[in-house]
Nanobody, 125 residues
Framework: QVSLNEFGGRLVQAGDSLRLSCAAS????????MAWFRQLPGKEREFVAA???????YYADSVKGRFTISRDDAKNTIYLQMNSLKPEDTAVYYC???????????????????WGQGTQVTVSS
């Protein structure tokens, strides 16, 4: 398994930008799929963005055009750049990874075997 640690969540105002980081360690591989999910209390974990096999980006419709997922292989870190934040983006954001993910499962949280502890993002109106 891969160990993941997220950083960067905080309180911001609507319209602000924020960048989340996720540092990976352990059995990492260039074929890992890395992703961001988010969750509100009592709600299911929601797909945000993913880098399939660390190369092909995918986004939820709700964040397309506002969020960008990227990676820094030298630091074994992925990022989520979030622009034009809205109050409905408020959630705990989780980083996830899986080595053997198939493309059709990129947005399915049950398909990922490694998770970070989460970082809180709060967007005030």
């Amino acid at each position: 398994q891969v160990s993941l640690n997220e950083f960067g969540g905080r309180l911001v105002q609507a319209g602000d930008s924020l960048r989340l980081s996720c540092a990976a360690s352990g059995r990492t591989s260039g074929s890992d799929t890395m992703a961001w999910f988010r969750q509100l209390p009592g709600k299911e974990r929601e797909f945000v963005a993913a880098l399939f096999r660390r190369n092909r980006p995918y986004y939820a419709d709700s964040v397309k055009g506002r969020f960008t997922i990227s990676r820094d292989d030298a630091k074994n870190t992925i990022y989520l750049q979030m622009n034009s934040l809205k109050p409905e983006d408020t959630a705990v954001y989780y980083c996830a990874a899986d080595r053997d993910l198939i493309l059709g499962s990129v947005s399915n949280p049950n398909a990922y075997d490694s998770w970070g502890q989460g970082t809180q993002v709060t967007v005030s109106s």
